[in-house]
């Protein structure tokens, strides 16, 4: 595929998207400015606060760059004040790059200054092949599936690695629920408590929610089934107060 410019250069691509979402965010910032400048005029302290940060993030947009730079630097104060303008540009990113088979590892000269070039976003970076995923995907077995990794001299799928930096990134972690018929994933964001976990699946277990039994994942694996992480006492029973823990495999008691 012919890029539409004639040259791949990643640095030139990043920076148009950010300048067309940045001139987008210009437009909301001078808005938001424009009606704090009046309210300054009344002697509103946390308007005149607004007002200087925005100010601030007005003139970073209009040198070309991404607000989401700012955040980096920002106090917690300011940082308040730019989210809640809802920012295109101060969205939170992940580049993925994808190379060839010889730069899955370290990547080349493109990655390299790709990375120089977003160093004040403190975004994460990741490198994927296309055609290795393709191929993985292709492969019917697990074990097939690990040899051709390790003949190409990866620990994992790079989807693998795509999933959990998303997830960390959106700060979200999975628990599970099993039973005879089905084992299933759940999504939740990091810090929700057991009702919060329950609620996903269904309201009514938030609404209903008397207590959870937890398996931590590490036990399940290393004791091998839930008959013996019960034999050996590893299976807690938690109330309302419980924060979820990744991986936790989880069964919900509740009041219909």
């Not at 970076?125 to 995907?137: N, R, S, T």
Request: glycine share 8%; proline share 2%; net charge negative.
């Amino acid at each position: 595929m012919v890029h539409v410019d004639g040259s791949v250069n990643p640095v030139r691509d990043k920076e148009i998207i950010d300048l067309e979402l940045g001139l987008k965010d210009l437009e909301t910032v001078e808005k938001r400015l424009d009606k704090l400048v009046r309210a300054v005029r009344v002697g509103n302290k946390e308007d005149q606060r607004a007002a200087e940060v925005i100010a601030e993030v007005k003139k970073h947009l209009e040198q070309g760059r991404p607000a989401r730079e700012l955040l980096v630097t920002f106090e917690d104060d300011s940082k308040a004040i730019l989210k809640e303008l809802s920012l295109l540009t101060a969205k939170p990113v992940l580049y993925v790059c994808n190379v060839d088979e010889g730069a899955i590892e370290k990547g080349n000269t493109h990655t390299e200054l790709f990375r120089k070039s977003v160093a004040a976003e403190n975004a994460e970076v990741i490198m994927i092949c296309a055609g290795i995923e393709a191929q993985i995907a292709d492969i019917k077995t697990l074990d097939e599936r690990r040899e051709f990794l390790e003949m190409m001299g990866l620990d994992e799928p790079g989807v693998n690695k795509l999933i959990r930096s998303a997830y960390k990134l959106l700060n979200l972690i999975t628990y599970f629920t099993a039973g005879e018929k089905e084992v299933r994933a759940w999504t939740v964001r990091r810090g929700a408590k057991a009702p919060e976990a329950a609620g996903v699946i269904h309201s009514d277990f938030e609404k209903g929610f008397i207590r959870a039994e937890v398996i931590k994942y590490s036990d399940f694996t290393t004791l091998g089934s839930e008959a013996k992480v019960k034999e050996a006492g590893k299976m807690a029973v938690e109330g309302k107060e419980y924060v979820v823990g990744d991986g936790d495999i989880m069964h919900f008691r509740f009041n219909v």
